[in-house]
Nanobody
Framework: QVQLVESGGGLVQPGGSLRLSCTAS????????IGWFRRAPGKEGEGVAC????????YSADSVKERFTISRDNAKNTVYLQMNSLKPEDTGVYYC???????????????????????WGKGTLVTVSS
């Protein structure tokens, strides 16, 4: 059974940092496209940062560019999202998503297109507030 478990969310002040983790069981994250997505109250879901499976290239949404960094640790079967200079508008539930059938070829595609077939975690809440 495949499970993705996010952790690391919490309450942080504006300008602060958090590191989210997504650990998988039942599948290997090596060489597969993975993404971090968020859903804020009253807003559409957004792909914030993704990493390709083939060459490790990353893609970040304009809203988080130069503040958020996605990375993976194959030995720990975990993907991370380092979030710096957090803003109140970064508040939301953050989810990781894994390319189930290894069809996705680029990080940008992973962040922009939802094929409805992939694995998702249950999310971790990030609240940025003073």
């Amino acid at each position: 059974q495949v499970q993705l478990v996010e952790s690391g969310g919490g309450l942080v002040q504006p300008g602060g940092s958090l590191r989210l983790s997504c650990t998988a069981s039942g599948l290997t994250l090596e060489s597969v496209a993975i993404g971090w997505f968020r859903r804020a109250p009253g807003k559409e879901g957004e792909g914030v940062a993704c990493i390709s499976g083939s060459d490790g290239r990353t893609y970040s949404a304009d809203s988080v560019k130069e503040r958020f960094t996605i990375s993976r640790d194959n030995a720990k079967n975990t993907v991370y999202l380092q979030m710096n200079s957090l803003k109140p508008e970064d508040t939301g539930v953050y989810y990781c998503r894994v390319d189930r059938f290894r069809h996705i070829t680029t990080a940008q595609e992973m962040c922009i297109i939802d094929n409805g077939m992939d694995y998702w975690g249950k999310g971790t809440l990030v609240t940025v507030s003073s």
